[in-house]
């Protein structure tokens, strides 16, 4: 996909051509990564999960299913073409966190005067943004860029 891109990018990587009512993802569980669509939406992904909406993927090699989003750790999504209405001022701090086999380090946007470790462990929201992301596997020299990874917070060790 063109939008999860190993560290450096790859010169070969072009724009991954997306139809007009779906984006790309990548969802990362603790046995793989799959690479597939969603449908577009007007609401941002995370506000999907957070809500408990069901999460209906389209796999690459065609036909729909849901996933179960208590076994995703995280999901590499597309940045908004626009900004949400929801978006409010918000400090950013750069954030490690590992998930599973995952280790992950990204900019989180807080509220001001949030301590970025705790705000993690005791976010409201199950799901977490984070962007300017990069994951890898623990232990591998693999890592792949996102400009927006949602992290699922009840898989975060630290």
């Not at 779906?22 to 669509?37: L, M, N, T, W, Y």
């Not at 597309?78 to 409010?88: G, H, I, K, L, Y």
């Not at 591998?140 to 975060?156: E, G, K, Q, R, Y």
Request: proline share 8%; aromatic share 4%.
């Amino acid at each position: 996909m063109g939008f999860l891109r190993s560290r450096p990018p790859d010169e070969d990587a072009g724009s991954e051509e997306r139809t007009a009512e779906q984006d790309p993802v990548a969802i990362f569980r603790a046995d793989g990564i799959e690479e597939c669509s969603i449908a577009r939406s007007s609401a941002r992904l995370s506000d999907q999960l957070n809500s408990g909406a069901p999460l209906n993927v389209e796999s690459a090699g065609g036909g729909w299913a849901a996933v179960d989003s208590d076994l995703v750790l995280a999901i590499a999504a597309p940045p908004r073409a626009e900004p949400s209405p929801n978006r409010m001022a918000r400090r950013r701090h750069v954030l490690e966190l590992k998930a599973g086999p995952y280790e992950i380090t990204g900019t989180v946007h807080m509220p001001p005067g949030a301590d970025p470790a705790r705000y993690a462990r005791a976010a409201p929201l199950r799901w977490l943004a984070m962007t300017n992301a990069t994951i890898s596997i623990r232990g591998s020299t693999d890592a792949f860029a996102v400009d927006v990874l949602l992290v699922n917070l009840d898989h975060v060790t630290r």
